[in-house]
């Protein structure tokens, strides 16, 4: 199962995600909540420096694992932008896990 945590700030910004697993729905190259949530990420993450000029804290690693954090010492306007990104991020992975909940899981914490 690929576990995805939101780690929301005390303001409610997202602060940071991780990512791990394996969703396991079909075979290597087939898995489509996979490809899914793998898309969903990235692509917040290359929108977020495409769009804001701000390249995020990344670490990858074995097993499906991702960990991105936004640095804290942003102008609020970028921040904005930011979140509004991470934000849309969060939308799209919540609708594959309405309709792939068997395969992943999204935790958010303060």
Do not use: W
């Amino acid at each position: 199962m690929i576990q995805i945590t939101i780690n929301r700030n005390r303001s409610g910004l997202i602060q940071s995600f991780t990512i791990t697993g394996h969703a396991l729905f079909d075979e290597h190259g087939k898995d489509i909540v996979c490809a899914g949530a793998s898309a969903v990420s990235f692509g917040a993450i290359n929108a977020v420096h495409e769009l804001t000029g701000i390249i995020p804290s990344i670490e990858q690693g074995e097993d499906g694992f991702l960990s991105v954090a936004v640095p804290e010492d942003i102008p609020d306007t970028v921040q904005e932008k930011i979140q509004l990104i991470l934000e849309a991020m969060v939308i799209s992975l919540q609708t594959i896990e309405e309709q792939y909940g068997e395969h992943i899981k999204i935790t958010f914490k303060k």
